[in-house]
């Protein structure tokens, strides 16, 4: 029988990633995001491509109400086999002191609160089968803290110490939790960092050569593919050519 995964955050970078690795093992997919139009054209490709079924949901995981209704009267009975938390986003990157409330609230809002919504939701169902994986996508952000990044590394540090906390509480029941956290991958993140300033954002990634989606998927795939005996609790995952949070080596 064929498994199914949620994937939130699919519209792009990792989230979209995840869905075509996952989808070329034959996992059947619920896809997530708030650009209704991306996740149209993803399931399309995806249900061409490999034969699988896909299903997507347009709306905002900051608005508990909206992930409520996508849980509860949306998804149905059907049974989650991964449920992979990848929403998630920097914005704006200032001392604390000069920090927009606006991007501390969008952080907070996505990155722990949208996060708790979906598992609180889905995890009673995994509990209850006695049978689940819960994904995590973190950040080297999470580890570390670094000059700017307040805000953004706490809710990383956040994303980090809840699924600690869930690996305590569902070891028993049969559910497996998973932490991925990141270092520098190039995908729309230092854009929706940087307000949509390309010329900011292509910085970053100057002189490197950075992860990419796929790169974070696979350590996706793999951590739900192990035997069901098999959690592999943590991965944190860098480019080579970078050493911390604030350690790159450019060219």
Same mark, same amino acid.
């Given at each position: 029988m064929s498994k199914t995964?949620?994937?939130?955050?699919?519209?792009?970078?990792?989230? *979209?990633? @995840?869905?075509?690795?996952? /989808?070329?093992?034959?996992?059947?997919?619920?896809? $997530?995001?708030?650009?209704?139009?991306?996740?149209?054209?993803?399931?399309? +490709?995806?249900?061409?491509? #490999?034969?699988?079924?896909?299903?997507?949901?347009?709306?905002?995981?900051?608005?508990?109400? *909206?992930?409520?209704?996508?849980?509860?009267?949306?998804?149905?009975?059907? $049974? %989650?086999?991964?449920?992979?938390?990848?929403?998630?986003?920097?914005?704006?990157?200032?001392?604390?002191?000069?920090?927009?409330?606006?991007?501390?609230?969008?952080? %907070?809002?996505?990155?722990?609160?949208?996060?708790? #919504?979906?598992?609180?939701?889905?995890?009673?169902?995994?509990?209850? /089968?006695?049978?689940?994986?819960?994904?995590?996508?973190?950040?080297?952000?999470?580890? *570390?803290? #670094?000059?700017?990044?307040?805000?953004?590394?706490?809710?990383?540090?956040?994303?980090?110490?809840?699924?600690?906390?869930?690996?305590?509480?569902? #070891?028993?029941?049969?559910?497996?939790?998973?932490?991925? !956290?990141?270092?520098?991958?190039?995908?729309?993140?230092?854009?929706?960092?940087?307000?949509?300033?390309?010329?900011?954002? +292509? @910085?970053?990634?100057?002189?490197? *050569?950075?992860? $990419?989606?796929?790169?974070?998927?696979?350590?996706?795939?793999?951590? !739900?593919?192990?035997?069901?005996?098999?959690?592999?609790?943590?991965?944190?995952?860098?480019? @080579?050519?970078?050493?911390? /949070?604030?350690?790159?080596?450019?060219k």
């Amino acid at each position: 029988m064929s498994k199914t995964a949620i994937i939130t955050g699919a519209t792009a970078g990792i989230g *979209e990633a @995840t869905a075509i690795e996952f /989808a070329k093992i034959g996992y059947n997919l619920i896809l $997530t995001g708030r650009r209704k139009v991306r996740l149209e054209k993803l399931r399309s +490709e995806l249900t061409s491509r #490999y034969g699988i079924q896909v299903s997507f949901h347009a709306f905002d995981i900051r608005v508990k109400a *909206e992930v409520e209704n996508f849980c509860r009267n949306e998804i149905g009975d059907r $049974t %989650i086999d991964v449920l992979v938390n990848n929403a998630g986003l920097a914005s704006g990157l200032s001392p604390l002191h000069e920090g927009d409330v606006n991007d501390w609230e969008k952080m %907070i809002d996505t990155n722990v609160k949208g996060l708790l #919504y979906i598992t609180r939701e889905i995890a009673p169902r995994m509990v209850e /089968a006695k049978s689940g994986h819960i994904i995590n996508i973190g950040s080297i952000a999470g580890n *570390e803290v #670094y000059p700017n990044g307040n805000v953004y590394c706490a809710t990383k540090h956040a994303v980090h110490a809840i699924s600690e906390g869930l690996r305590r509480e569902l #070891y028993d029941k049969g559910v497996k939790v998973t932490n991925i !956290a990141p270092g520098l991958v190039e995908t729309e993140f230092s854009m929706v960092r940087f307000h949509g300033d390309e010329k900011r954002a +292509e @910085t970053v990634y100057d002189g490197i *050569e950075a992860l $990419t989606g796929k790169d974070i998927a696979d350590c996706i795939v793999f951590a !739900a593919t192990r035997p069901k005996h098999v959690n592999v609790a943590d991965i944190l995952v860098l480019p @080579t050519c970078q050493g911390s /949070a604030t350690q790159v080596d450019r060219k």
